[in-house]
């Protein structure tokens, strides 16, 4: 006479305690939600520059000037206080960085101007999750929206803050110092700020544009990327 067991034994158990929970890591990492979470913050970050930058147009269209913030940051940038109506009835609301709870910084141009003509609104970006995030030089980890006059210099310069981005850039070529770039990233290393290309002194030597090597070409040459 055959008996029958009730139940499953603790093999059994362990067995399909072990292929769940490897599916439930499998699962995990296809969703990653960590991931979706920072791709939600991005996309609202996108559409919250949107906002501002259809507030800000609107604005220009009735008073000829974007709107001077009545509030700076450390760094003498316009900002504002979060959920500010500065811009009622053009933006309800002033919306702030989803996670950072922080406002969006807003760079204008001329930036001490009682009547601004431009202006850049920049936001820190999750660069791992955005191809776009280091599009612009000097300001990694960022997206921005701009007026429609806003040169790249005064982009880059906003968000940066560097003295030393130059809008005209020059490079040594074939023995003279021409421009290789204006208002924009040169396309060839090394570049200058100086329409001299910054001359070296070595020792007694000064080593510019028309040095050359000792197989004729040119030591300061600007070479393409």
Do not use: W
């Not at 034994?9 to 939600?33: D, F, K, Q, S």
């Not at 803050?161 to 040594?172: A, T």
């Amino acid at each position: 006479m055959s008996s029958h067991k009730n139940g499953y034994t603790l093999v059994e158990i362990l067995v399909v305690t072990t292929i769940l929970v490897v599916l439930g890591i499998l699962l995990l990492i296809g969703i990653n939600p960590m991931a979706q979470i920072y791709k939600g913050y991005d996309a609202r970050r996108k559409a919250d520059l949107q906002k501002i930058k259809t507030a800000l147009e609107n604005y220009y269209s009735d008073h000829e000037c974007y709107p001077v913030f009545p509030i700076t940051d450390s760094a003498g940038l316009p900002s504002y206080t979060c959920e500010s109506d500065f811009l009622r009835p053009y933006l309800d609301s002033m919306p702030c960085d989803p996670n950072s709870k922080k406002p969006y910084t807003i760079y204008l141009v001329p930036a001490v101007s009682v009547c601004p003509q431009n202006f850049a609104a920049y936001a820190k970006i999750s660069s791992y999750y955005d191809p776009n995030a280091n599009d612009i030089a000097k300001c990694p980890d960022t997206i921005e929206v701009h007026s429609p006059n806003m040169t790249n210099f005064d982009t880059i310069y906003g968000c940066s803050g560097q003295v030393e981005v130059c809008p005209i850039h020059y490079g040594c070529k074939k023995g003279a110092c021409v421009v290789v770039a204006d208002d924009r990233i040169p396309s060839c290393s090394p570049s200058f700020c100086d329409s001299k290309c910054s001359p070296i002194k070595i020792g007694t030597k000064t080593i510019d544009c028309t040095s050359k090597k000792a197989d004729g070409s040119y030591t300061r040459e600007c070479i393409e990327f």
